[in-house]
């Protein structure tokens, strides 16, 4: 079992930046990526992944912004995420995937407003 551990949210003004964190614990956990999806009302989106080795994908609306990084263990991964606007208001979950199942951290809410 795969236990994630979110931290980092907040309320920050417009072009502020902000810094999430999710720390993966457990036996076994053989990490194949990770990645941070959000939430606005309506459906989860991804925002951003890393595999274990190290390849990146982002959400067009976040490229530029939003860079995401893990540890040199691979079990912990941060989003840096500045020029932050109104519209990446939402709740930030933590995703984990590895061999065996997938796993969602309890979400941490950023919002964006002045």
């Known amino acids: 079992q795969v236990q994630l551990v979110e931290s980092g949210g907040g309320l920050v003004q417009p072009g502020g930046s902000l810094r999430l964190s999710c720390a993966a614990s457990g036996s076994g956990l053989s990490i194949r990526a990770m990645g941070w999806y959000r939430q606005a009302p309506g459906k989860r989106d991804l925002v951003a992944t890393i595999t274990r080795d190290g390849a990146t994908n982002y959400a067009d609306s976040v490229k530029g912004r939003f860079t995401i990084s893990r540890d040199s263990a691979g079990n912990t991964v941060h989003l840096q995420m500045n020029s932050l606007k109104p519209e990446d208001t939402a709740v930030y979950y933590c995703?984990?995937?590895?061999?065996?199942?997938?796993?969602w951290g309890q979400g941490t809410q950023v919002t964006v407003s002045s």
């Open positions: 995703n984990v995937v590895n061999y065996y199942s997938t796993y």
